[in-house]
């Protein structure tokens, strides 16, 4: 078989490529995902041998962790590196020194943009991998990932960083932002704390992410954030202080671990609050609570905890209730007598979660010990209520009734049945008559198959 010389088909050099100019050929290289792929052009091209440590994105993908220091080291400045990011294998481990050193060599390309990630197995002997964090003067965003903050040495700052990102991080949090005057964006997921301790202090500070584990004390100062979003994990009780007077976006979520924020046979499984800034977005309190008959007769403790969470104003009260059908009216009552929430409430909704099992409230249930039915409350902002999963029951109609006796300002209520009641003309008959007779307000009740009755104008 004859083979056709290079010149027979239209090539007068074999590497061509290396015809184009440096541009070109690094435009092409900024193209290929990561530096282990950069590394093997030059395989096809003598220039791309050394071309590509003139790239301004580096990032390092399966490319074992002893070769990427001295591969830092062939890397030019200028051009400034715009993205360094440095992903360690998951096969591979390091020892503190050794991660500490490559930190250093990243320093000195002083990139705008710096990732480091290490997986969980990394440091030797399992340990987590402890770094001192030395200065990125010219860096405006950091993330890390596996690592222990130790300490920021004396006299560093970051005098440009804007965003820190931080996984699966511990440390001295409060050192490190004491350095960073310009911090805009602070992102922390799955950190532990110190003490079970969150602490964010910055006088730049303008958005805050937190995915939080255990936390016992959240203390937050700072003046200028505008947006907050905060998912945490609480095992007994919090406490809570934040001071941030300009908020204008909160979404604040906290579960708890344990059966211990208590009233009667409820406990207190999450807490959330919500605010935007939008048009016709009521602010809300989010409540969730379940049954336990053995938790009676512990002193309650409910609204001393729900009052530390109320970092923001909020006019929309949601309750959601795993009853198992027990009394629910004087969890209702007593929440709706806590000062914040009576003197702001436009909007209650009850959410009944019912069991697939039906379940009935035993004789003489602690559930009833409160003589909610003869209390009074002023709800004097309130407007609308509206109740999911009304089955009909005579505690669920006197509740109804108090909650349409209290409130003289209310202008709509909606109550949506189960299926069960849909079905029944007697207790549907019993809804409309209560409207009547205590309503000034428009009534709406919808049947489980979607149909809805306005009941009273």
């Given amino acids: 078989m004859e083979f056709r010389s290079a010149c027979r088909l239209g090539f007068l050099d074999p590497d061509c490529i290396s015809t184009l100019t440096d541009d070109l050929l690094l435009l092409i290289l900024t193209r290929l995902p990561y530096i282990k792929f950069v590394a093997c052009t030059s395989i096809l091209s003598r220039r791309w041998h050394s071309l590509w440590a003139h790239l301004c994105q580096i990032i390092f993908r399966e490319v074992m962790f002893d070769s990427i220091e001295p591969v830092l080291g062939q890397i030019s400045c200028p051009p400034a590196v715009s993205l360094l990011e440095i992903h ?12 500490n050193s490559l930190l250093s060599a990243a320093v000195e390309l002083e990139p705008k943009e710096f990732v480091a990630s290490f997986p969980s197995s990394f440091g030797l002997l399992g340990r987590s991998i402890i770094i001192d964090l030395p200065c990125f003067h010219r860096t405006t965003y950091i993330m890390l ?3 222990c903050i130790r300490s920021v040495p004396v006299g560093i700052e970051f005098p440009m960083l804007e965003t820190l990102s931080l996984l699966h991080c511990n440390g001295n949090l409060n050192a490190l932002l004491s350095c960073c005057p310009r911090l805009c964006t602070l992102l922390l997921s799955g950190i532990l704390f110190e003490t079970c301790d969150l602490r964010v202090n910055s006088l730049s500070l303008q958005e805050l992410v937190v995915n939080s584990f255990l936390t016992e004390h959240v203390n937050i100062v700072a003046p200028m954030l505008k947006k907050m979003e905060i998912l945490f994990t609480v095992m007994l009780e919090v406490n809570i202080s934040v001071l941030a007077p300009i908020m204008e976006n909160v979404w604040w979520y906290c579960c708890y671990t344990e059966e211990s924020i208590v009233f009667g046979i409820w406990y207190l499984e999450m807490l959330g ?7 016709g977005q009521l602010p809300l309190l989010h409540i969730r609570a379940s049954v336990d008959s053995s938790l009676f007769p512990y002193e309650p403790n409910f609204a001393r905890e729900i009052e530390k969470h109320m970092v923001v104003d909020f006019s929309l009260l949601e309750l959601d209730l795993k009853t198992d059908g027990h009394v629910f009216g004087a969890l209702v009552f007593y929440l709706l007598q806590i000062n914040q929430i009576s003197s702001s409430l436009q909007k209650l909704k009850i959410i009944l979660l019912r069991s697939v099992v039906k379940e009935e409230c ?5 559930c009833e010990s409160a003589n909610w039915r003869s209390q009074a409350i002023s709800l004097t902002a309130l407007e609308e209520v509206e109740i999911n999963g009304f089955e009909g029951v005579d505690h669920e109609f006197d509740l109804l009734k108090q909650l349409l006796v209290f409130a003289p300002k209310l202008k709509k209520i909606i109550v949506r049945l189960t299926q069960e009641v849909s079905s029944s003309n007697t207790r549907r008959t019993k809804i409309y008559n209560v ?16 149909e809805y009755f306005i009941c009273h104008l």
């Fill in 145 to 147: 990932d596996n690592v």
């Fill in 273 to 279: 609050l919500q605010a935007a800034d939008r048009q």
């Fill in 435 to 450: 409207f009547e007779t205590y309503a000034s307000a428009e009534c709406f009740v919808y049947l489980s198959s979607g």
């Fill in 362 to 366: 035993p004789i003489d249930c602690p």
């Fill in 88 to 99: 360690a294998p998951e096969q591979d481990m390091a020892s503190t020194a050794q991660v």
